[in-house]
């Protein structure tokens, strides 16, 4: 069974902070991505990953950068968190592209800026 | 910018009841995916169609793909309280990475 794992479950930091989200895959899938989930817009891509070292940015990727340095990792940073990058962040991995490809997703990680 | 709207935002229905969940867009998609979120952990796939006018059933589960891949539809029929959760569908294009995903919908099977 593919497994997604995050960090943290619940994470609270200040405001200006630098925030990092760790997120392990062990499906050794090509691709992992970054969302955040709000209540009524659903999940937004903040970036995306489809090799080692590779990024490209998504829909909402102001404010945050990444890093996959291993195949299996892949990190968000919050370069200066601040409150409205208060939300849940989800991590997810997929396989090669294609129109049946399956997203696992990770559990979740709530963040609380204050 | 690609846009999928849910319909209904929150549902709350009794034990047995049938529902019926909207998932609308104005672009096409090459696929489209119905998640199930539970609290506390990430969504899950539950099915992917590709085809215009094709229909799934999983279980009690039916989901369909519009005719013109723009909007599709998911209907559970005798409700149990392990239905509970967050229903999202999600667009895909072909050739690219990105899903879409739309608002979603709380639904609550009340026992």
């Known amino acids: ?114 | 910018t690609q846009l999928l709207e849910q319909s209904p935002q929150f549902l709350s229905i009794q034990e047995g009841e049938n529902l019926t969940v909207y998932c609308n867009s104005s672009s096409v998609f090459s696929s489209l995916q119905w998640y199930r979120q539970e609290p506390g952990e990430g969504p899950v796939l539950l099915v992917t169609v590709v085809t215009g006018g094709e229909v799934k059933k999983l279980k009690r589960l039916t989901f369909q793909f519009g005719d013109a891949r723009k909007d599709s539809s998911l209907h559970i029929t005798a409700a149990q309280p392990g239905d509970t959760g967050l229903y999202l569908c999600a667009g895909g294009t072909s050739g690219t990475y990105k899903y879409i995903f739309g608002t979603g919908t709380r639904l609550k099977v009340l026992a």
């Open chain 1, 1 to 114: 069974d593919v497994k997604v794992t995050q960090s943290s479950r619940y994470l609270v930091k200040r405001t200006g902070e630098k925030v990092f989200l760790e997120c392990v895959q062990d499906m050794d899938h090509e691709n992992m991505f970054w969302y955040r989930q709000d209540p009524g817009l659903g999940l937004r891509l903040i970036y995306f990953s489809y090799d080692v070292k590779m990024k490209e940015k998504g829909d909402i990727p102001e404010g945050y950068s990444v890093s996959r340095e291993k195949k299996e990792r892949f990190s968000l940073i919050l370069e200066s968190a601040s409150t409205n990058q208060t939300s849940m962040y989800l991590c997810a991995s997929s396989p090669l592209m294609g129109l049946y490809v399956k997203q696992y997703f990770g559990p979740g990680t709530r963040l609380t800026v204050t």
